[in-house]
């Protein structure tokens, strides 16, 4: 049973920076992916920025067009733990910010694309606010 737990939201200023972290117990996907997806109250949860976990591919990364450049996502194997480095932040950054991992998937983008609806597992949540 895989369980995902999210800290290190909070309230930032607009050009600030915060990092979220995302420890996944139980972990033994060979083929899934993991990433970080968030949501507003009344849009649909969209992904941010994901990361296959293909023994092979060396952990292939996505992001999503609004936040490339700004965002970064990475992984520490030894600690199961998943990053999202968040510079430059933004108003329209403010969201509850989920973890989500899933067994199988086809590469980071499609599961970026499309992992919202996927078989996931999910954190909690972490509210992140950016003001002006």
């Known amino acids: 049973q895989v369980q995902l737990v999210e800290s290190g939201g909070g309230s930032v200023q607009s050009g600030g920076s915060l990092r979220l972290s995302c420890a996944a117990s139980?972990?033994?996907?060979?083929?899934?992916?993991m990433g970080w997806f968030r949501q507003v109250p009344g849009k649909e949860r969209e992904g941010v920025a994901t990361?296959?976990?293909?023994?092979?591919?060396?952990?292939?990364?996505s992001y999503a067009d609004s936040v490339k450049g700004r965002f970064t996502i990475s992984q520490d194997n030894a600690k199961n733990t998943l990053y999202l480095q968040m510079n430059s932040l933004k108003p329209e950054d403010t969201a509850m910010y989920y973890c989500?991992?899933?067994?199988?998937?086809?590469?980071?983008?499609?599961?970026?694309?499309?992992?919202?609806?996927?078989?996931?597992?999910w954190g909690q949540g972490t509210q992140v606010t950016v003001s002006s």
């Open positions: 139980g972990y033994t996907y060979r083929s899934g992916c």
């Open positions: 990361i296959d976990k293909f023994i092979d591919s060396g952990g292939s990364t």
């Open positions: 989500a991992a899933v067994s199988a998937c086809y590469s980071s983008e499609w599961y970026l694309r499309r992992g919202s609806t996927a078989n996931n597992v």
